[in-house]
């Protein structure tokens, strides 16, 4: 009888140790000068100096790009889930007016594939180096049984810091304040399961698909990244006029806005004021999906909330889209009952 070994069982710590060793010099490009020592140690370490704060907060965040995962596999496509989760959870924590300092990631499977493990990790340095933020520690975990048929997971978690006069929410959301949505880039990582669903289950698309009013086949589509809008948003948190961020990720329109509101505010929208891109127009006809769902379910095209003061709203869209991001009016703050109204 052979042996048993760790790696006859199913986990290859060899393995794994190469493919981190492969992208060590992408995760090292990503280090500030406040990061101490090296890869591989029990923790990393981050020198806690903020002489530009007053009164320094640090703000943490975790999240996942759940499902979305199913999808890279079936086009083959990684590198895109690296981005999604580093821009997922910089956005959490720009609600907080935070700005990046290190992130660390989780990577799990069923079996570690080299090259899939490295694309996503080099797009998570590519997406790390583009917010300022430092890439100091991870998880990587082979688990047979847990994990089937070449299933991955990858969880992300953020620590970012905010001056305490400056963190958001600011001030208390009045009747009469504007929500401003900021566009998204898709799907982000939110809906991926009923996405799918409608897509491919009920639809009968393939990944190669292009129906009429993509300007991309179905897979490429649900595969761009998760718009980080740090780099926009985070010069203007300055503006006194901003009153608070909503992310729509998980939960959407329903579930998101009213975490930023006081208890007598209520969000009126008007569905009217953006176009959904296509690709949600697509979901809900194959799907039948009802439209409480999708807004429920998915941003419909708007990543982010910006509550304002109704007189700066429009010097404020300006500014924004200066930055390149497409923003409108999309409802007000009215008096009534804690929660959304969607007309």
């Not at 999240?63 to 079936?74: F, L």
């Not at 969880?155 to 958001?168: M, Q, S, W, Y």
Request: proline fraction near 5%.
């Amino acid at each position: 009888m052979e042996p048993t070994t760790y790696q006859s069982a199913g986990v290859d710590i060899d393995g794994a140790n190469r493919a981190l060793r492969a992208v060590t010099a992408e995760i090292y490009a990503t280090h500030s000068e406040s990061v101490i020592g090296g890869i591989g140690g029990f923790g990393g370490l981050f020198r806690a100096s903020f002489p530009d704060f007053e009164q320094p907060v640090l703000v943490s965040s975790i999240d996942g790009v759940g499902t979305k995962t199913k999808v890279a596999a079936m086009v083959g496509s990684y590198r895109g889930l690296g981005h999604d989760i580093v821009n997922h959870c910089v956005n959490d924590i720009l609600c907080q007016g935070a700005s990046p300092l290190f992130f660390l990631d989780y990577f799990a499977s069923e079996r570690l594939e080299s090259d899939v493990f490295e694309d996503i990790l080099i797009g998570m340095a590519e997406a790390c180096r583009l917010t300022g933020t430092s890439l100091i520690g991870g998880e990587t975990a082979e688990m047979p049984g847990v994990y089937v048929d070449n299933e991955i997971d990858i969880v992300g978690t953020i620590v970012g810091v905010v001056d305490f006069e400056k963190r958001l929410p600011r001030q208390k959301t009045r009747v009469g304040d504007l929500m401003i949505g900021i566009a998204s880039s898709g799907l982000h990582t939110n809906g991926y399961t009923l996405a799918r669903r409608a897509l491919f289950e009920l639809g009968g698309l393939s990944i190669l698909d292009q129906p009429d009013g993509l300007e991309r086949p179905i897979g490429e589509e649900l595969l761009i990244p998760h718009k980080c809008y740090y780099q926009s948003l985070h010069p203007l948190l300055q503006n006194e006029s901003i009153r608070c961020l909503a992310h729509i990720t998980g939960g959407g329109f329903y579930d998101n806005i009213p975490r930023i509101l006081p208890s007598d505010a209520h969000a009126k929208i008007d569905k009217r004021s953006w176009e959904p891109p296509q690709i949600f127009r697509l979901i809900q006809a194959l799907g039948s999906v009802p439209d409480a769902e999708m807004y429920r379910a998915f941003n419909m095209g708007i990543g982010m909330v910006v509550i304002v003061d109704r007189d700066a709203a429009p010097s404020l869209i300006l500014d924004i889209e200066k930055e390149g991001d497409h923003a409108a009016v999309i409802g007000e703050i009215t008096a009534g009952a804690h929660d959304v109204s969607i007309i």
